[in-house]
């Protein structure tokens, strides 16, 4: 008797562990789609969210799904990791999304817990409510560990402290947008490790340093705006050998000395924009004669010389409000 119920129990542990292997093997289909981590990590997030006028976040129940059924949330298919947050609060006609969410509070550190994340898009600036929540504190440090990471939106908030210098190591990163928020200290010069950049807005903060010569490196860059900063220091010459540069974007800082004749190598530059800096030397020559330069503006420096010959007609508020600058569109120079 005592074999015979000794042999079922052990056929039936064999087929415990067999079912138990197996199914790590081949997992069932009502394995849910969220990663555990990834909801962990969007749960902290919401933790530390206190205004949600909608309740998107404030929504996500956490016996739920947050691949299916959590606002704002998309997953990669496949991996069933969550790869986008887009709460954007700006209208769908502007930038294409459809809701409009609005939110303050913190950004969680756990947000650099979702390793697979390549949309952060969580800029609330447009809301019309009497008083617009926003996202406020530091930028965490742990976003640099999200090495998949391809677009940041986190503009129009009001986040303080550094930029993390550990954002150089967000490899995949194409764009940066920190404008509109209140940022202080220095650009790292670690940024010139995000090859991949295309656009980066940091204009309308509170940054101070110099531009560090490390932006060189970028050479898919497309725009650099840091307009309304302190920024300090020259214009890195190296600025010149970005081939793609279209926009550059730098009005109401402190940059000093001159304006960097290798600048003249960017043909395809649309917008120079320097004005209310503390410039000083002559305009470069092959700088105002760029062929596609649409938008000049050096008002309001301490530039000297003549203006070269241009073919464009910019007009003298371009050029007003400087130190000694004479010649056409100005009065001409008399010391001839
Ligand atoms: C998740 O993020 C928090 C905050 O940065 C950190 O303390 C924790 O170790 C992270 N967990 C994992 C599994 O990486
Ligand atoms: C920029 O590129 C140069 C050469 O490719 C490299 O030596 C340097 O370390 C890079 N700078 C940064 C900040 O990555
Ligand atoms: C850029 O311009 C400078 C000065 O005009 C020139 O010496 C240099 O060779 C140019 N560099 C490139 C990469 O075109
Ligand atoms: C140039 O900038 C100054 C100062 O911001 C402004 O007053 C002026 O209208 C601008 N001119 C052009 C042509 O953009």
């Not at 990471?149 to 930029?163: F, P, T, W």
């Not at 150089?168 to 920190?178: D, V």
């Not at 503006?297 to 000694?324: C, E, M, R, Y």
Request: aromatic share 8%; glycine share 8%.
């Amino acid at each position: 008797m005592e074999t015979l119920t000794k042999i079922p129990l052990t056929v039936v542990l064999i087929f415990l562990v067999i079912l138990v292997g197996n199914s790590k093997i081949c997992p069932l289909q009502v394995v849910e789609s969220c990663n555990v981590n990834d909801k962990e990590a969007l749960l902290e997030f919401k933790r530390v969210i206190q205004f949600d006028v909608w309740q998107y976040p404030g929504a996500w129940a956490p016996d739920t799904d947050c691949c299916t059924t959590w606002e704002g949330i998309s997953c990669d298919p496949v991996t069933g990791r969550v790869v986008e947050i887009r709460m954007s609060g700006f209208p769908d006609d502007y930038y294409g999304v459809d809701t409009f969410f609005a939110m303050g509070g913190t950004l969680s550190p756990f947000l650099g817990n979702l390793t697979y994340l390549r949309v952060l898009d969580l800029r609330f600036g447009l809301f019309n409510g009497p008083i617009p929540p926003d996202l406020s504190g530091p930028v965490p440090n742990s976003l640099g560990k999200l090495s998949q990471l391809e677009y940041i939106y986190l503009d129009h908030n009001e986040l303080s402290g550094a930029i993390p210098t550990c954002i150089g190591k967000l490899s995949a990163l194409q764009m940066l947008y920190l404008h509109h928020n209140r940022l202080t200290g220095p650009i790292p010069f670690s940024i010139g490790r995000l090859v991949d950049l295309q656009m980066i807005d940091l204009g309308h903060n509170q940054l101070t340093g110099v531009l560090p010569s490390s932006i060189g490196n970028l050479t898919q860059i497309k725009s650099i705006i840091l307009e309304n900063n302190m920024i300090t220091g020259n214009l890195p010459q190296s600025i010149g050998y970005l081939n793609e540069l279209r926009d550059v974007l730098f009005s109401n800082n402190k940059f000093i000395g001159p304006i960097p004749p290798s600048f003249g190598n960017l043909s395809l530059l649309k917008r120079l924009l320097l004005s209310k800096n503390m410039l000083s030397g002559d305009i470069p020559s092959n700088v105002l004669n760029l062929k596609n330069l649409e938008v000049f503006n050096v008002s309001t420096n301490q530039l000297t010389g003549k203006i070269p010959p241009h073919k464009s007609s910019f007009p003298a508020s371009a050029f007003s409000q400087n130190l000694g600058l004479c010649d056409a569109p100005l009065p001409p120079c008399n010391w001839l």
